[in-house]
């Protein structure tokens, strides 16, 4: 049989493959702690679930608008208007099976062979791969834990090309936890207005998980307004990552031609997961803020048990749930039996000598870094720090 050669030009998840080695050693017997999946390890709120159930009950089991339920749509336009000042009609939201499927629809309504996306590192493993499946050319710009993980006018300017068609980026950020501020995002926006051919795609996955302040949005700039596509979601901020429900913002040009494309792959989303997202939209935020309290909580024991870790370099995350130390100090380094040449090494040693899984910053296009998850226990936490600290203590 003979595939498609698609198939070639982008990878596998690295977060998926790592997690799939960590069930495939937990279904030995082996008590492995998983740091690698970025999944709220809570329960979708009481008042979802009930919204959903009702949804059953009163039999939404039909298929649905490709776009989406008006009254989901309408509930997006609120949340935005609420959370955001953004203002939008139902007409420029799509909702999909997932931010992943908004991401992809995104990228290949706009991005032709040969057309250059810049995305600045690290990045959400699935960013540069789409862009490989639209057969676009990706284009990074480097950052580093010492200038927090974010990009400069200056460094935005260089990388934009008469062949610049789309800038993608996310903040809070998968997986450094950058968060842009107002002003940084308005230092951005004054590059943007010189090359009106290029559009911005702003993954706000992580809005809600924010432990620096506001959640800023490049939306905000009308100038810039029509230009930017957002994408949004329910798995993080509503602890709702098997509903499968992602959204898109952006004008009509472009969520008519996601909804072109979304007619061919899967149609509407799930009728029930729709109908209770107008729930999660519209309803109680406290559930989502008790989530980040805990995650706040847990972000400080993270980075007080990844300081006691010699060689470690690691910036201090303003948002998501990641922390993503600089890891390279180990590379050389061997224990008389495995050697650690990259992050690749470096997480897989740790998989099966501390029985901790992690994702190789490869993945998210720095080399030198490795991510860790903290939406995990406080206690499995712990644990997975004191065996990661023994493991590379036996490095030299």
């Avoid at 009930?50 to 989406?68: C, E, L, M, R």
């Avoid at 008469?162 to 936890?177: A, E, R, T």
């Avoid at 509407?268 to 706040?296: H, N, W, Y």
């Amino acid at each position: 049989m003979l595939l498609s050669s698609l198939l070639d030009r982008f990878a596998e998840p690295e977060t998926l493959k790592m997690a799939k080695l960590g069930r495939e050693l937990r279904a030995k017997g082996v008590d492995v702690i998983d740091l690698s999946l970025g999944e709220p390890d809570f329960d979708t709120p009481r008042h979802i679930k009930d919204a959903a159930i009702k949804a059953i009950n009163d039999n939404f089991s039909h298929y649905t608008p490709v776009a989406g339920f008006a009254d989901l749509r309408e509930a997006v336009c609120t949340k935005l208007k609420r959370d955001n000042n953004l203002d939008y009609l139902p007409e420029n939201i799509i909702t999909s099976t997932g931010a992943k499927q908004s991401l992809a629809n995104a990228i290949l309504a706009l991005v032709d062979e040969g057309d250059e996306v810049i995305i600045p590192t690290p990045y959400w493993v699935t960013y540069s791969e789409l862009v490989k499946i639209a057969r676009g050319k990706v284009v990074e710009i480097r950052t580093s834990v010492k200038n927090g993980f974010k990009i400069t006018p200056e460094e935005l300017a260089a990388a934009i090309t008469p062949q610049s068609k789309l800038f993608m980026f996310s903040s809070p950020c998968n997986p450094s936890g950058a968060v842009y501020s107002k002003e940084e995002l308005e230092a951005l926006a004054v590059v943007f207005r010189k090359y009106p051919c290029i559009t911005i795609l702003a993954d706000e996955i992580y809005e809600y998980i924010n432990f620096v302040g506001k959640h800023e949005s490049i939306a905000q700039f009308n100038d810039l307004k029509d230009r930017v596509v957002l994408i949004n979601g329910l798995s993080k901020g509503f602890a709702m990552t098997g509903w499968r429900l992602g959204y898109m913002a952006g004008n009509t040009t472009i969520t008519k031609a996601c909804e072109k494309l979304q007619g061919q792959f899967t149609s509407g989303t799930c009728s029930i997961t729709q109908k209770a997202a107008v729930a999660a939209l519209t309803g109680d935020l406290r559930p989502s803020e008790e989530m980040t309290e805990e995650f706040t909580r847990r972000r400080e024991k993270t980075l007080e048990l990844v300081k006691s870790i010699p060689g470690f370099t690691c910036f201090e995350p303003q948002g998501a749930f990641y922390v993503f130390p600089d890891v390279s100090a180990y590379y050389g380094k061997s224990n008389g039996k495995e050697m650690i040449k990259n992050a690749a090494d470096f997480s897989m040693y740790l998989l099966n000598t501390a029985h901790v899984s992690s994702v190789m910053g490869d993945a998210f296009g720095e080399p030198n870094c490795v991510r860790f998850s903290f939406a995990n226990s406080m206690t499995n936490i712990e644990r997975a720090w004191d065996r990661i600290k023994e493991a590379l203590a036996a490095l030299s």
